[in-house]
């Protein structure tokens, strides 16, 4: 049995490292530091456009959906935007059970849900 030497660990060039520290700073300059806590701020315009999903059931009074059963679809124009948020944010995370609700909040980014809450709460 012939055994192979590992090559050890990697060295990196000089020119691989600037761009890392590089890809750092644009990083940070565009706002991907959002990752490590900080909220991103809501545009309400830009939730105009992500709000189809939501306007079929969400904004026809006194809509009833029948699935998993019958169940009053409620208004949420003119709820807080932080409200909005944060029940977006219970169904991405499982914490509301809703299934139709759970998948589409867990194909919305946080940006998404900023922009809808922001929409939303500005009506």
Known sequence: MTRTRSPGPRAFSPVSASVRV???AGALASGAAF???AAPAG????????ASM???????PGYKA???????VPMITG???????????AYRK??????????????L???????????????
């Open 94 to 107: 499982g914490d509301r059970s809703h299934p139709t609700m759970r998948a589409i909040a867990g194909s």
């Open 43 to 50: 545009n309400a315009e830009a939730g105009r456009a992500k």
């Open 54 to 60: 939501c306007i079929g059931c969400h904004e026809i």
């Open 22 to 24: 590089l890809l750092f």
């Open 66 to 72: 029948s699935f998993p059963n019958v169940y009053s």
């Open 79 to 89: 709820q807080s935007a932080k409200y909005i948020e944060a029940s977006l944010v």
């Open 109 to 123: 980014t946080d940006q998404d849900i900023a922009d809808l809450a922001a929409l939303y709460g500005s009506k």
């Open 35 to 37: 990752a490590q806590g």
